[in-house]
């Protein structure tokens, strides 16, 4: 135990300072982040009376979904920037766009102009997310690379827990007039963002060479690289136009059944044409010749693109704990958080302060609740209290048994609150007693889960494109965040809201995380490359 305590702080000793300048970074981006996108679904849906814009919850997981579908798919382009440019440039990029974006996005109150407004901030983080990862994968090694993306996704959480903390108590709303001061949280992630330009300008060491050596890529280059990794052009267009349908049908514009013929019927006629392109087999250099257009779909990485369309079931599931509609929904609507107050008043009390105890005895009495934010933000604090520990028995489990198993354990906190039933079916009273274990539950699955995942595809990303790959992670987080939020906002308002059954839309969303986990032990068992053993 002593050996293996020495080693852990060896490898901590030994990480570079760029590793912890990068995690400062994290730390202040998350604090803005999640301090506006954590409560982001009630000012979305609250009455215009009480400050909020007073859209549906259809059309709130409609927004979320675009735009964090649209943050995270962008990074496969911004990471390969990054490899060519330079980290540090992309740094100063992404804060001089996200500091003035924070702020413009409290003035904007039609469904429109937040939708551009929003778009502008992903443009920032787009940028800001494959270069910060890149810098992680970077400055560790094969000895410490599982140890220091542990400590990352313990700062992402640091972040995530001060950022609503902070916010929601500027913008806690009046308990007799009910209106939330949401002006202030958007300027608050805006300052969180400026602080960041002195850490890359005065401590960020540039750990790229490409930016300064002689054989530097011409952008063209870079885009070309940043699609092979997957596929060709002709790919990426038949994906995306099925994406497109499904949009659509999450918006209302078509019907499933329509928007699954019309999928199956882009994909066939993409198949069809294909068939026409290779008549004659013709041979790969002059294949190669064609226009772009004229090219069959190829798959270049099958293995990771499968990978890729697994984790995005991870997130699918995440992000209805975090960030969507129908966790801070489910509480504001379903759940007495009373409890928790009173017992937070209590302690309180118990250790001599008893005036903050009196504060919250008379917030309540005046009808005070917890604010929802601020229970989903625990998860946060049980990551930054327990990340480390965590990572090292991932470390001594292996990277696919410890996802698999995190995947499992944050299904069965995703599925607990449908023990508090709806209509005639549950065990207990929807407490916040309650949700809290499903957070905690959910937390530890996540440590287990998402931290391992990054961490895999640094270990297999060629050194010289790292930030590349972690931008082609970031496309099963878009795809997470698009099913999640826009299946999330639906799934709300057909169960919870007009059906009273919110139990029934926690069975569902946890089965989604036990498919993914088969699926990912599936991959595991027949996908993953083994080691061959040479004849001694």
Same mark, same amino acid.
């Given at each position: 135990m002593a050996q293996a305590g020495a080693g852990f702080v060896q490898q901590v000793k030994s990480l570079p300072r760029t590793f912890y300048v990068a995690n400062t970074m994290e730390i202040f981006e998350r604090m803005a982040w999640y301090g506006m996108f954590t409560p982001l679904a009630l000012y979305l849906t609250d009455k215009r009376a009480r400050g909020g814009l007073e859209f549906t919850e259809e059309d709130a997981g409609t927004i979320i979904g675009i735009v964090t579908f649209a943050l995270y798919l962008?990074?496969?382009?911004?990471?390969?920037?990054?490899?060519?440019?330079?980290?540090?440039?992309?740094?100063?990029?992404?804060?001089?766009?996200?500091?003035?974006?924070?702020?413009?996005?409290?003035?904007?109150?039609?469904?429109?102009?937040?939708?551009?407004?929003?778009?502008?901030?992903?443009?920032?983080?787009?940028?800001?997310?494959?270069?910060?990862?890149?810098?992680?994968?970077?400055?560790?090694?094969?000895?410490?690379?599982?140890?220091?993306?542990?400590?990352?996704?313990?700062?992402?959480?640091?972040?995530?827990?001060?950022?609503p903390a902070i916010s929601g108590f500027l913008r806690s709303?009046?308990?007799?007039?009910?209106?939330?001061?949401?002006?202030?949280?958007?300027?608050?992630?805006?300052?969180?963002? +400026?602080?960041?330009?002195?850490?890359?300008?005065?401590?960020?060491?540039?750990?790229?060479?490409?930016?300064?050596?002689?054989?530097?890529?011409?952008?063209?280059?870079?885009?070309?690289?940043?699609?092979?990794?997957?596929?060709?052009?002709?790919?990426f267009?038949?994906?995306?136009?099925?994406?497109?349908v499904f949009f659509a049908a999450g918006k209302s514009w078509l019907t499933w059944t329509h928007a699954g013929l019309a999928a199956a019927a882009w994909l066939a006629g993409n198949l069809i044409f294909d068939a026409v392109l290779r008549v004659g087999n013709p041979t790969p250099g002059s294949v190669?010749?064609?226009?772009?257009?004229?090219?069959?779909?190829?798959?270049?990485?099958?293995?990771?693109?499968?990978?890729?369309?697994?984790?995005?079931?991870?997130?699918?599931?995440?992000?209805?704990i975090l960030g969507g509609v129908p966790l801070v929904k489910y509480i504001q609507d379903f759940v007495q958080t009373r409890p928790l107050l009173d017992f937070l008043a209590a302690v309180l009390g118990a250790v001599g302060l008893s005036g903050w105890s009196q504060g919250i005895t008379d917030?309540?009495?005046?009808?005070?609740?917890?604010?929802?934010?601020?229970?989903?933000?625990l998860d946060a604090l049980f990551i930054v209290i327990f990340q480390i520990a965590i990572s090292l028995i991932v470390t001594r489990i292996g990277r696919f048994p410890g996802m698999i198993t995190g995947i499992i354990i944050a299904g069965i906190g995703i599925s607990l609150p449908a023990l508090s039933g709806g209509g005639t079916v549950g065990m207990l009273h929807a407490s916040g007693w309650l949700v809290v274990l499903a957070v905690f539950c959910f937390s530890i699955g996540e440590m287990m889960a998402s931290p391992t995942s990054q961490e895999y595809i640094g270990s297999i990303a060629p050194k010289d494109k790292v930030a590349l790959?972690?931008?082609?992670?970031?496309?099963?987080? +878009?795809?997470?965040?698009?099913?999640?939020?826009?299946?999330?906002?639906?799934?709300?308002?057909?169960l919870a809201r007009d059906l009273g059954r919110p139990d029934l839309m926690w069975v569902v969303f946890g089965v989604m995380a036990f498919i993914t986990a088969l699926a990912l032990a599936l991959y595991n068992r027949y996908a993953v490359p083994r080691p061959t053993v040479e004849a001694g």
């Open positions: 962008m990074p496969v382009i911004t990471g390969a920037l990054g490899d060519r440019f330079g980290y540090k440039k992309m740094f100063l990029i992404a804060y001089a766009i996200l500091t003035p974006a924070y702020y413009m996005l409290g003035t904007f109150t039609s469904y429109g102009t937040f939708l551009m407004g929003f778009l502008f901030v992903a443009v920032g983080a787009a940028i800001f997310k494959p270069v910060v990862v890149g810098t992680i994968a970077r400055v560790t090694n094969e000895q410490t690379s599982q140890l220091g993306f542990g400590i990352f996704y313990m700062m992402v959480n640091v972040g995530g827990f001060l950022g709303p009046d308990p007799e007039t009910g209106i939330s001061h949401w002006n202030r949280l958007f300027l608050c992630s805006s300052i969180f963002i +400026a602080i960041n330009f002195i850490w890359v300008i005065c401590f960020y060491q540039e750990p790229t060479t490409e930016s300064t050596s002689a054989t530097r890529r011409t952008l063209g280059k870079v885009l070309r690289d940043a699609m092979e990794v997957l596929g060709n052009v002709r790919f267009i038949c994906v995306l136009g099925m994406l497109i190669d010749r064609r226009p772009w257009l004229l090219k069959p779909m190829q798959v270049s990485n099958w293995r990771f693109a499968v990978y890729l369309l697994i984790l995005s079931g991870f997130w699918t599931a995440f992000n209805q917030y309540v009495a005046r009808g005070g609740q917890f604010n929802p934010e601020w229970i989903s933000n790959y972690m931008g082609y992670y970031f496309i099963a987080v +878009a795809l997470g965040n698009l099913f999640g939020n826009v299946l999330g906002g639906i799934v709300y308002g057909k």
